[in-house]
């Protein structure tokens, strides 16, 4: 219970994925200003912007709508997020070895914090926050499938086992997946599933500062943005880890195997960031089109390459 | 409580009021986030909601519709809330302080913590009033 408790809470869990989160925020800010050739905020600027809000504004709750659903969402987002980054941390991590079917346990609750931005939303009561949470549908409903093609497609190369820490033994036996064709282009695929699911730039319809004012977020102040913020460093850590687990060999942490698995982290976030910074936010009907009949079209392209053993 | 200051003023997130304005000060503002000033190295980032702004800048004359405008905006922010009037108008008014539909200078509907006087002020300047405004905090 107490190893339990210690694991959700601190090494792999809230704490850990929380800093490193934090650090890899700073990393996409940074390299962002460094594309627009600017000099980009000091190191420590997520963690001031966190305690900013959480220590020194005042929270408003909605007037029209529900207070106690509007507060809880950002809560309930942190859990998944922390929940989806524990099972993900302590396979990749070689703490534990997971359990049987962890990977679509992992898979449903990284969409909690999506659903927690929309019930949250809904319930402030704003006319914008609608508009961005139903965007937000739209999008889920859009990637969500890619995203399961891409899993199903791991699942495939190694015949049938749907925990992490087998994939991830599989690969270290033998070659990392994205060494192949259908690898490949299941990491293009995933690349931006995740870049939907973190919302960055080219699908950020739903948080849009210039036409509806940061959307899902335009209530939120104070502490409960804080929150939504923490939400953010977590889930801009797990999914480039989760990626890692799935193609890029997972993480060794002996010697200098440490320095790989660091730099395959910041590698995946440096793409995340130069997609996000070369490229124009796209209309919700584009992404899902983008989705439906491209991403899934590359997807079962590389499930068909698997069955035939490339 | 040192702790808390220090966070609030590493990190200014800006909301921009722009009134009745010339646009000059809207673009001179505009410059302070562009590549060559760079704001974002001290943390102060332009966000689109109220609900998220630690700094509500002014600028440009306030006219009887922009007053109610302000006030509103005023008291949706949250509050440890600065408010910074840039330009000669929002400052005094300028060339329209005898105006018909002028409602006086911003000053005298919301409290405000720091002048930027110009016509308009150069980013140097409104980087200089920010610094000196976060000098106080």
Not at chain 1, 255 to 284: E, F, M, Q, S, Y
Request: net charge positive; proline share 5%.
């Amino acid at each position: 219970m107490a190893v339990n408790l210690f694991y959700f809470l601190v090494f792999p869990g809230l704490l850990f994925t929380a800093v490193t989160g934090a650090f890899l925020s700073w990393f996409d800010r940074k390299i962002s200003a460094r594309v627009q050739f600017r000099q980009g905020p000091p190191l420590l600027q997520p963690f001031y912007d966190f305690f900013k809000l959480l220590l020194v504004k005042e929270t408003i709750l909605p007037k029209h709508g529900s207070p106690l659903i509007f507060l809880l969402a950002p809560v309930f987002a942190v859990f998944g997020a922390t929940m989806a980054g524990v099972f993900i941390l302590l396979p990749l991590l070689n703490i534990t070895s997971g359990f049987r079917g962890d990977l679509l346990v992992i898979f449903y609750l990284l969409t909690i914090p999506s659903f927690s931005y929309i019930i949250g939303a809904l319930a402030s009561g704003n006319p914008l926050a609608a508009v961005g949470s139903s965007r937000e549908m739209k999008l889920i409903m859009s990637y969500e499938l890619t995203f399961l093609l891409v899993i199903a497609g791991i699942i495939m190369k190694t015949e049938q086992k749907i925990d992490l820490y087998s994939i991830i033994q599989a690969q270290q036996a033998g070659a990392p997946f994205i060494g192949s064709i259908s690898g490949v282009i299941l990491f293009i695929v995933g690349i931006f599933c995740i870049q939907a699911k973190l919302a960055l730039v080219p699908f950020d319809m739903p948080e849009a500062e210039a036409e509806i004012t940061e959307g899902i977020f335009i209530e939120y102040s104070g502490a409960a943005y804080a929150m939504i913020k923490l939400t953010k460093y977590i889930m801009l850590f797990i999914l480039p880890a989760f990626l890692i687990a799935l193609l890029m060999n997972g993480f060794r942490l002996d010697g200098i195997h440490i320095l790989w698995a660091v730099l395959k982290v910041l590698a995946v976030v440096l793409v995340l960031t130069l997609i996000r910074n070369t490229n124009p936010r796209v209309k919700i009907k584009q992404a899902v089109s983008f989705f439906f009949l491209w991403m899934n079209l590359l997807a079962v392209i590389a499930l068909v390459l698997i069955s035939f053993g490339y | 409580m040192g702790f808390k200051n220090y966070c609030f003023k590493k990190s200014l997130w800006v909301f921009h009021f722009g009134g009745a304005s010339c646009n000059n000060c809207d673009i001179e503002i505009l410059d302070c986030l562009t590549p060559r000033h760079d704001l974002e190295r001290f943390g102060i980032l332009l966000v689109g909601s109220i609900r998220h702004a630690d700094v509500l800048l002014v600028n440009g004359s306030i006219n009887r519709r922009d007053k109610d405008r302000l006030i509103e905006l005023y008291n949706q922010a949250p509050k440890p809330l600065l408010v910074v009037a840039i330009g000669a108008c929002g400052c005094t008014g300028g060339i329209f302080a005898e105006g018909n539909t002028f409602a006086g200078p911003v000053d005298k509907i919301i409290p405000v913590n720091a002048y930027i006087p110009g016509c308009p002020p150069k980013p140097e300047a409104i980087i200089a009033g920010i610094v000196k405004l976060v000098g106080t905090i």
